[in-house]
């Protein structure tokens, strides 16, 4: 399941990813992002991926990674925070990404939401937890 708010306030798009997803998935949920009224590509996003999610999303990553290069097409000078836990899949998917070109957006990933938000400057008033991830 992929869900997502946008936080205008804190102009932040906050993504949760749980359970199995392919990168079919993945590419339904920004064509739904893109459509939803309230984006703003000026935002930066954090996406937090649950340690249950997984699927065939994990054996599409080079389809997710295209996915992802057309969105970062969309914004310039953007960041994307990935809170994920440390482990061998985080591993994996930061591998399999390294040669997704994002142009001027720059993705990294983080243990836990306090680094994230401090990496993108919203460290303060915007600490958010979703329930189930």
Not at 7 to 25: Q, Y
Not at 28 to 42: K, Q
Not at 103 to 124: C, E, I, P, Y
């Amino acid at each position: 399941m992929i869900e997502y708010v946008i936080d205008k306030v804190n102009r932040l798009t906050r993504v949760w990813m749980s359970g199995s997803n392919s990168s079919a998935d993945l590419a339904r949920h920004y064509s739904t992002v893109l459509d939803d009224p309230n984006y703003d590509a000026a935002f930066d996003t954090i996406f937090h991926v649950a340690g249950n999610a997984g699927g065939p999303i994990l054996a599409e990553l080079p389809e997710a990674g295209r996915s992802l290069e057309a969105l970062a097409q969309l914004q310039n000078r953007r960041k994307w925070a990935v809170v994920m836990r440390p482990g061998l899949k985080r591993t994996v998917v930061e591998f399999l990404l390294t040669g997704v070109e994002l142009g001027t957006v720059q993705m990294r990933f983080f243990d836990d939401d306090l680094q994230a938000l401090t990496w993108l400057d919203r460290a303060q008033n915007s600490l958010v937890v979703h329930q189930g991830c």
